[in-house]
């Protein structure tokens, strides 16, 4: 819930000038529900894709406040974020919930990001990975294996959100590599090598490069840093040199 529509459309155009002929990575950015149109009259011309935060599960009804895919799609959102963090423990959104979200994505059509991640505590208490996996098992569940060619994994620890911690290369790295051997026994090599899996969590351009050159991390959700332009971008360099 950052900028105005003024401010978003310059960021947005910010980014969409530097990386209008980008193909060594795919750039998604995912503006405030309110200015997604506008920002999608910037980035239209580019290499840039539009996303969405959210998703509602039911196609149209008595649902104030929020969006359905149909609606998403008409303004050209591709790409939608499901169970970030702030909807899972600001919001209070259940497995249940996000898996329904998740099934609704994926048949409108759209490239899903799959949020998932432990708090201190639960990382404090040595539950990282039951937590993380037990995340990801309920947000694919039925999800085929055809379908996966449209999800993306984010890893967000959500100590590591906003803190200016950042989980170090090697931890992120290992919970990377678990998130892709746990779908691989859900799925197969195939799934699981070609599996994108993303890191957030207070990813910054002195520490992506770092973060890119793990084996298991395929990109960044970025968070703060996506307010600038210039470190977004460099983030986004960084990515394309690892």
């Known amino acids: 819930m950052n900028t105005d529509l003024e401010s978003g459309m310059l960021l947005a155009g ?3 000038d530097q990386f209008d002929s980008c193909d060594c990575c795919d750039v998604v950015i995912y503006p405030p529900f309110l200015y997604l149109q506008a920002v999608d009259s910037v980035i239209d011309q580019s290499m840039v894709s539009l996303g969405a935060q959210d998703i509602w599960h039911a196609p149209n009804g008595a649902f104030t ?8 799609k008409e303004i050209g959102v591709t790409s939608v974020l499901i169970g970030h963090s702030e909807r899972r423990h600001v919001l209070g959104e259940s497995e249940v919930l996000i898996a329904m979200k998740m099934k609704t994505s994926l048949a409108g059509g759209f490239q899903t990001v799959l949020c998932v991640g432990e708090t201190l505590e639960e990382r404090e208490s040595g539950n990282t990975l039951s937590v993380v996996l037990g995340q990801v098992t ?4 039925g999800v085929g294996a055809s379908q996966m060619e449209s999800v993306v994994i984010a890893y967000e620890p959500v100590w590591a959100i906003g803190t200016g911690k950042t989980a170090s290369p ?32 207070s990813v910054k351009p002195d520490n992506a490069a770092e973060l890119f050159a793990c084996p298991d991390i395929d990109g960044a959700l970025v968070g703060g840093a996506s307010l600038s332009a210039d470190s977004f971008n460099a983030i986004v360099a960084a990515s394309c040199k690892s």
């Open 14 to 16: 910010a980014v969409a």
């Open 65 to 72: 406040g929020e969006i359905s895919a149909d609606m998403l």
């Open 138 to 141: 309920s947000g694919l569940e």
């Open 170 to 201: 090697e931890d992120a790295q290992t919970v990377h590599k678990e998130i892709r051997e746990c779908v691989r026994g859900m799925y197969d090599e195939i799934v699981a090598d070609t599996l994108r899996i993303q890191y957030g969590g």
